[in-house]
């Protein structure tokens, strides 16, 4: 990788639209998508003649049509002159971002605007309607394999190779608790805090996965809008920025079943497993274009929808060595009272997951703006976002700072 | 779902989309994949094979991972191996699979080399990581017919 693109590009502008099932209206991801996007260009102060290229994420799975973006500009009636879906499951939102951080650096366009928006929570059932997009229907489903059970298949093996034991996943699902506490739109902040010992004692789904150790559904739908732009007019024409100081990307199998079937490149080179992914190819990308190491972060948001996935992920993303995650939990690593702030809205087990979205690097900008809806890390400055989707497929990393770094 | 008239929906509340339960265990074989299905219906276990490269492949496998080439053919294997991992399900993903909790899903890695999604049953176990494991056909809750892998004491 040769790239000069670390910190050349910046956030001007964001915007977020976010409904709850129980609300009085049913409000569709489009509506959402609109009203976050229009809001990320006033944060910006440009007009919509002005967006040079739209990304979106992949289609929302309430709203499927085919080519989304096509939908959203439409309704927005701007002329991007560069605009696609970015898809890549869950890790294609943070896609969106880096794939305007290439045009824009290219020079190609001036402005970007990155849309995701998802209303499954208010539309749909998403277990069963997960299950079928996550396995594969052919040699997958017909076994019934529910969605957990795909992640339990990494889980099981993860576990067995390091010697993580269930009360050492479970301290991810109490200290995500804790930061869910303190938001105002997390899903399970009404229900009070949790213990170790809930956690153990939560109704089994799928062995070794209990109820606590899942994610929660979003209970409605969020889209998410950024503005991006070059250093050059993020300096002269706004009045704050967020710096993109580095980012990458790694996506290995789309089954998990294929995933013991694959080999020959980062990070399965020599042959398969399912304890190592993505995560580690795209965080030493970002931390490579970024300048930064592990002890620059001040704060981490993972998308990963289990407990035992989020250690796993505490290790790929460079925070503790391969196999430690759960020692480095249960030891007081991610302890919401002095740990590195992890998940700081609460993660997908406490704060919830929308299918897909930006909202985790909606709330790391706010952070290091010192803006935080919940529990504002002091003097947040710099912060990685790391975007999962497929059963442990797909994988973004994205590292935002408060000031340009290089 | 019953369709209601047009006329009979509040357009304002919008109606509840579905996915999951046309698509959950659907069995829809692929031309690549025919041969693997021919043989489960003769109870016979078939992986795709490189006759150049002499390396067995997922039955999906539409190229060779090693030379490239398209001229995999399907060949049966005696369908012995361990368990590589697996879950025991005791929330279903969908009505059909409710009666049959808890069950257990996982991966087998077969002599050859190569990993199968599958159901593993006891026979008589118990079901753990590197426990020994052969092939057997049932009808699954969907009613296809699918290979599933017997576990047998370490």
Known sequence: METNIGSRIAVVGIGRALAWRSDSERKTPLQLGAAAAVEALRDAGIKRGQVGALFTGRTPQAYMVLQYNQALLNELKIGPTFNTEVTAHGGGALGTLQLAAVALHAGVIDYALCVTNEASGIWMDQVTSNAAWEGDLQFEAPYGASTPALYAQFASRYMHEYGVTPSMCAKVSVENRNWALHHPHAAMRAKGPITVADVLASRMIATPLRLLDCAVWYPGGIATAMVLTRADIAKSAHRRASWIAGFGQCSTHEWVGERMNSWGYEPIQNGPDLVHTGAGVAARQAYAMSGLKPADIDLVQSSAPFSFANLMMLEELGFCAPGEGGRFAESGGIDFAGGLPFNTMGGYLSFGQVAQGLYNLHETIQQVWHEAEGFQVPDARVGMVHGHGGPMACHSVMIVSREQLR | ?154
């Open chain 2, 1 to 154: 779902m019953s369709a209601a008239p047009p006329d009979a929906i509040d357009w304002a509340k919008g109606m509840d989309l579905m996915a999951g339960p046309y698509f959950v265990g659907l069995y829809q074989p692929s031309p690549e994949t025919a041969g693997f299905w021919d043989g489960v219906k003769q109870q016979e276990l078939r992986l795709k094979h490189c006759a150049r490269c002499m390396r067995f492949f997922h039955p999906k496998r539409i190229v060779c991972t090693d030379c490239g080439t398209t001229d995999l053919r399907f060949r049966a294997v005696e369908g012995h191996g361990s368990v590589y991992s697996f879950s025991e399900i005791h929330r279903a993903p969908a009505p059909e699979f409710v009666a049959s909790i808890p069950y257990t899903v996982g991966v087998v890695q077969l002599n050859e080399g190569v990993c199968l999604f599958t159901r593993f049953v006891a026979d008589p176990g118990p079901i753990r990581i590197g426990a020994p494991a052969s092939v057997a056909f049932r009808k699954l809750e969907q009613g296809t017919l699918m290979p599933i892998f017997s576990v047998h004491a370490a």
